[in-house]
């Protein structure tokens, strides 16, 4: 068994031990809160760094956003201009079209005119045909009166030679016995000349009594003859200029 002396020393070595190493300890615990103060200074320095990095990224993501919205806004104005411009262009499609449309009806109106014009001429020139027809019949039947009453001896033939009368004017001859006669030309549309002769007697009133009346149609300066009442009167007749 171990004396009581050596169990008295054992425990004053143990408390030697012990005191020397309270200072490590503390020393140990000092360093162990620094390099813990020192990790959470370097993890707050690195939180702070990736906050400040996240900041510059937000920061150039709000300037691209900037830039984007400038860049909408540019976009924005240029499709309104597009849309104006579209819509201007529609409208001068649209007026450009009525332009067209009026001008093809124009010209149907146009075509219609121009075939209604050419069947009034047509129209107008069948009258005139038939009115040249007619004078031309009465020329002809003139004519035969003409020359039947040249192979009848029992009329008077006066011959009034060659005229220039001007148109619807009346011109009174006198045929000796009281008798007259009165020549009224007219110039026709073909060109003939148109006589109406009256041949009658004046009274001693002054009066004119109306003996006939006849009508013949011949050209400019043609010797024509026909019977007017007991009487044959010949002439040629060419009208004065207007």
Known sequence: MPSPQNELLGEHRSEQNETAMSPKLKVGATVAVLLGFVGLLQLQQLRINRLTADNAD???QLGQMGSLQDTNES??????????????????????????????????ENA?????????ALRMQQPQAAAVSSEEGQVTAVTEVVKKADASPSLDTTDLGS?????GV?????????????????????????????????NADG????????????????????????RMIALAVKLKPQ
């Open 58 to 60: 937000l920061l150039s």
């Open 75 to 108: 976009l924005a104005h240029q499709l309104k201009a597009a849309i104006a411009a579209s819509q201007t262009n529609q409208s001068e499609l649209l007026r450009m079209r009525g332009q067209g449309s009026r001008l093809r009806q124009l010209e149907q």
């Open 112 to 120: 219609q005119l121009k075939s209604e014009r050419e069947q009034l």
């Open 163 to 167: 005229l220039e009368l001007q148109s």
């Open 170 to 202: 009346a011109v009174h001859f006198d045929l000796g016995g009281g008798t007259n006669c009165i020549v009224t030309p007219t110039a026709s549309s073909d060109g003939n000349n148109t006589m109406q002769i009256k041949v009658g007697v004046t």
């Open 207 to 230: 009066t004119f009594s109306e003996l006939g009346v006849s009508r013949i149609t011949a050209r400019p300066g043609q010797n024509c003859s026909i019977s007017v009442g007991d």
